[in-house]
């Protein structure tokens, strides 16, 4: 007899977190996420979604032992054709009639506030965290990634989820072979006096904050829904992640001191915080301190990588990826890069993403369920 239980209590949200620590106590590939980053989720005080939305986790057990645990939550301004709620943090047993007991509590928990579809697993936030399930590519996840279990695609899709989307995430060795149009392009550019590249450099965050900036909203206020950003905001990131610039692998490209693209990583923080166990106390941030300045960090991370209008299909992003390739090799220990991940539905980004030779490593699934299991299900429209 499995029984539910709200989590309310300091017990349960130890709970809630301890669970899957112990399911994936023997996957070596398993990296717990700090305990911050998942409660400051389900923290109203820090989640600007709950202005606008509802969220409520629950830990199954049977008998007195847990068998799994998740989050349902509504986003009011998460717009489809239909009412659509989001399910995440799910963890659970190899066991379908457990998985298909939580997913039941979860639709109607949404049925009786109007909702008429599931969307999961994602994040009661952002969709750089904590978004898909893991279907293709079980290595050690980048911080803030969803990891889990092959099984777990076998619990969503036999209760009757479909994929609406899958989320690519490509990656190449640092030192691998560099495409020959990237070194022609380089060549090329290198004896364009008004053309230069500058890595980003910490003690000047507010020049680069406004680099950052305009190349962003040049290259992409046309693409997918258009959002601008605001320099105050972006400062505020670069300020924020301070402590973890690594200065030899973030680079702007220049026209005559004018922004025109930009290509910017970060270290994967998980190659640091798996040595922490999810504890981020004074202790652990002198731990992580001693571990950052005596582990190596193999693998960075791309975040953003743009080139305004003017300049795309012209080869710059060759001379800038060759131009810090070169260096990076040489300043740092880094042996692979990874982008975040691509959604299927973006084919100009996966095409971008070919063409800096990589290789898709690994794949997410975001699945959806309609409750009338009648309608014609359909995928994420193109963009």
Request: with cysteine; aromatic share 16%; net charge positive.
């Amino acid at each position: 007899m499995i029984t539910v239980e709200e989590v309310q209590n300091t017990q349960q949200k130890k709970e809630f977190l301890n669970f899957p620590a112990r399911l994936y106590q023997h996957d070596k590939n398993y990296i717990r996420p700090l305990d911050k980053d998942i409660n400051d989720v389900f923290n109203p005080e820090k989640n600007k979604f709950y202005t606008n939305g509802e969220c409520t986790r629950f830990i199954f057990k049977n008998k007195s032992e847990t068998v799994g645990k998740i989050a349902v939550f509504i986003n009011k301004s998460y717009e489809q054709i239909q009412p659509t709620g989001g399910i995440g943090f799910f963890d659970c047993i190899n066991d379908q009639e457990t998985a298909n007991f939580i997913f039941n509590h979860c639709k109607n928990w949404l049925r009786k506030r109007g909702i008429e579809a599931i969307d999961g697993p994602i994040n009661f936030g952002e969709r750089d965290k904590f978004w898909g399930l893991l279907t293709e590519g079980f290595l050690e996840p980048l911080y803030c990634m969803n990891y889990n279990f092959p099984y777990y695609k076998e619990l969503f899709e036999n209760y009757g989820f479909k994929t609406y989307y899958e989320q690519l995430c490509f990656s190449r060795p640092i030192f691998a072979e560099v495409s020959r149009v990237f070194t022609v392009m380089h060549a090329k550019y290198s004896k364009n006096a008004k053309i230069s590249a500058k890595p980003l450099k910490k003690n000047n965050l507010e020049k680069f904050a406004r680099d950052f900036t305009e190349v962003y909203n040049s290259a992409w206020a046309s693409h997918g829904s258009g959002k601008q950003i605001e320099e105050a905001k972006v400062l505020k990131m670069f300020k924020g992640m301070k402590p973890i610039i690594n200065e030899h692998i973030s680079w702007f490209v220049y026209e005559n001191e004018k922004p025109i693209a930009m290509w910017m990583n970060i270290p994967d923080l998980n190659q640091w915080f798996k040595y922490l166990d999810g504890k981020f106390g004074i202790i652990e941030k002198l731990k992580f301190l001693w571990v950052k300045k005596f582990k190596k960090n193999e693998k960075m991370v791309g975040l953003v990588f743009g080139v305004i209008p003017e300049w795309q299909k012209k080869g710059i992003e060759g001379y800038m990826i060759w131009e810090g390739t070169q260096h990076l090799r040489m300043h740092t220990d880094f042996k692979t890069t990874e982008l975040q991940w691509i959604g299927d539905f973006n084919p100009k980004m996966i095409k971008i993403a070919e063409n800096l030779d990589t290789t898709v490593t690994r794949k997410l699934a975001t699945y959806r369920y309609l409750f009338d299991q009648e309608k014609d299900f359909e995928r994420h429209p193109i963009i």
